[in-house]
């Protein structure tokens, strides 16, 4: 059998070279490609990021995003087949169900520029139908190019109820628009789901998420350093890199001794790392020396990591700030924190000045929380009676078989197709 086609026990008619492969789902691939002047051989496993010009775009790990076409992909496990196929039905038959979308993302805040994605969220109900029987219940639609995606009724709740960031967003942002009815209920019920969580799901955590960014930046600036001592002549050995490591880290150690232990446990690391990625050829320090003096790709260099979501993870901590100061969201950003922002985006602020930004604003954080005029704990009986309404409305319209995609005109419940796994067998 060709290159990452196996056959898969329950699904021998599922051709894997055009089953669905949405956003997030690893794949290997099936032929060879050139970057710049390295040579990516078949098989390499990756995982898809987009949709784009009849293809898709593949992270390959040490390697970064190339493009395939759709044929020279399949998915790299069976059970992802299952999924995609499950997933990409689902999204077709309940596009009528979802009752609430909004615009989020940099198009609600204030950061979009001509080429950003415009990106949806939104809640589905369930036809009355869909809740029988054994079948797993779709608990998520998303389009195949993750721009869109869309909640089951339930889930947004028991999600607001968490302070989930995104799903607050969804029910608070001025684009919210109903398609239905239920969507009414879900908007007029949102002050039920806003507590004081909001400075911990939001700031406490945009903060955590910022000091692990840093650390990771710190690192791959450390690798950096180590790649390019590596090229030095005389070479370095591992005792010397070492030695030099521990002094340039900011972590303190004990003794000088436990430094150098550390930095050396760092090199090997490093050097397991890129064995595994495939672009070193064995897992020791002579295969990194060979690595370094070759010319050879390399990661990105630690300049180049400008994580995307750092941006919006100081935005996060400025919204919950207001939001608990004042009562009330503002999602889109203004004056000398768009500017600010605009910057951290376009890769103009190192992440430890991002990271400086946001521990600057931890103590202003945390007065608004103490301060706070919104109640300790969200209001879980008012969200339990709104799920019970929703339930009778559903089972009205099923009951009456009332025109619309919950009565007379709901799609068809997918039929029950067994408990067993799918599993492969041996080729």
Not at 50 to 55: L, S
Not at 359 to 385: I, K, T, V
Request: proline content about 7%; charged content about 30%.
């Amino acid at each position: 059998m060709g290159q990452g086609q196996h056959r898969i026990k329950g699904l021998e008619s599922v051709d894997p070279l055009s089953v669905p492969l949405p956003h997030g789902t690893e794949v290997i691939t099936r032929v060879a490609r050139v970057s710049g002047e390295r040579r990516i051989p078949q098989g390499m496993i990756g995982r898809v990021v987009r949709a784009r010009d009849g293809g898709l775009d593949v992270q390959i790990t040490g390697v970064g995003e190339l493009w395939y076409a759709r044929e020279e992909l399949v998915p790299r496990k069976p059970g992802q087949v299952q999924f995609a196929l499950r997933r990409a039905a689902a999204w077709e038959a309940l596009q009528p169900c979802v009752v609430l979308e909004a615009t989020v993302g940099s198009r609600a805040w204030g950061l979009a520029h001509e080429g950003s994605d415009t990106d949806l969220r939104g809640a589905f109900a369930l036809p009355l139908s869909w809740t029988w029987g054994l079948g797993e219940i779709p608990r998520d639609l998303v389009s195949a190019d993750g721009s869109a995606t869309y909640w089951e009724y339930r889930k947004a709740i028991d999600q607001a109820l968490r302070a989930d960031p995104n799903t607050l967003e969804l029910l608070f942002v001025p684009s919210a628009r109903p398609r239905d009815v239920l969507g009414e209920w879900l908007l007029a019920e949102r002050d039920a789901f806003v507590s004081r969580n909001i400075f911990g799901s939001f700031g406490r955590y945009a903060l955590s998420q910022l000091h692990k960014l840093s650390s990771s930046q710190r690192l791959a600036e450390h690798r950096d350093l180590v790649l390019d001592w590596l090229c030095e002549e005389p070479t370095p050995d591992l005792d010397e890199v070492a030695r030099r490591l521990a002094q340039h880290s900011p972590r303190q150690a004990p003794t000088p001794e436990d430094g150098i232990l550390a930095a050396k446990t760092y090199i090997k690391q490093l050097y397991r790392s890129l064995s595994d990625q495939g672009l070193i050829e064995a897992n020791d320090f002579a295969a990194l020396t060979r690595y370094a003096r070759g010319g050879g790709r390399r990661p990105p260099d630690a300049r180049e990591l400008r994580p995307k979501n750092a941006y919006n993870l100081l935005r996060l901590i400025a919204l919950a700030t207001g939001w608990l100061r004042d009562g009330a969201p503002t999602f889109e950003a203004t004056g000398a924190l768009r500017e600010r922002l605009l910057d951290i985006k376009h890769g103009r602020v190192a992440l430890d000045e991002v990271l400086r930004d946001a521990e600057a604003l931890a103590p202003e954080l945390e007065a608004a929380r103490d301060q706070s005029p919104l109640p300790e704990h969200p209001d879980s009986a008012r969200a339990d009676r709104l799920l019970r309404r929703v339930g009778e409305e559903l089972a009205r319209r099923w009951v009456l078989k009332e025109p619309g995609a919950w009565g007379r005109d709901a799609p068809e419940a997918p039929s029950y197709a067994g408990s067993e796994p799918a599993q492969e067998e041996p080729t």
